[in-house]
């Protein structure tokens, strides 16, 4: 019995055919991904975008304090080390703020900056905070602390302010 070439062809002719279907169908994922990291980044603040900070802001920023701060230390699965702190936000004053920037520092005996971050703790994903508003708030800082740190409650400075 003689093999049946017919039958090897169209199994040949099969193989190009998957594996066109195969490549369109990652390139398709691999665009959509892309496409979808973009939107994400648009819709986010970067890290080189800074709040305005004028003398108003200023002035009003006077009127938000901090409270109940607290430290706590966790790692991952990869054995990075994080730091979180906590604590809660008030804004005593009259107006509400949509947008709000602060900068923690830690220090070390000589009450130098050992480690500074900057983040947004009021954001349109949070929403803003009210005039008379207590809110809690978390910090995650990814960098390890020094061994220097002097182990006390980081310092708490605003950096930015949008006042509605």
Avoid: C
Avoid at 56 to 83: D, P
Avoid at 136 to 155: A, C, G, K, M, R
């Amino acid at each position: 019995m003689e093999p049946d070439v017919n039958a090897e062809r169209e199994e040949r002719s099969g193989f190009p055919a998957a594996l066109i279907a195969g490549a369109v169908v990652m390139a398709l994922v691999v665009t959509g991904f892309i496409l979808l990291t973009r939107v994400a980044r648009s819709h986010t603040p970067s890290g080189t975008e800074k709040l305005l900070f004028d003398g108003a802001a200023q002035a009003y920023a006077q009127k938000i304090h901090f409270g109940n701060v607290e430290l706590s230390e966790s790692s991952n699965l990869l054995n990075q080390q994080f730091v979180y702190v906590t604590g809660t936000m008030s804004n005593e004053g009259d107006r509400g703020v949509s947008a709000m920037e602060v900068t923690v520092e830690f220090h070390d005996s000589f009450n130098q900056v050992i480690l500074r971050d900057t983040q947004r703790l009021v954001t349109p994903a949070t929403g803003p905070l009210s005039a008379g508003q207590v809110r809690d708030f978390q910090v995650t800082i990814v960098e390890n602390l020094s061994s220097e740190w002097n182990h006390q409650d980081p310092s708490i400075h605003i950096t930015g302010l949008v006042l509605d």
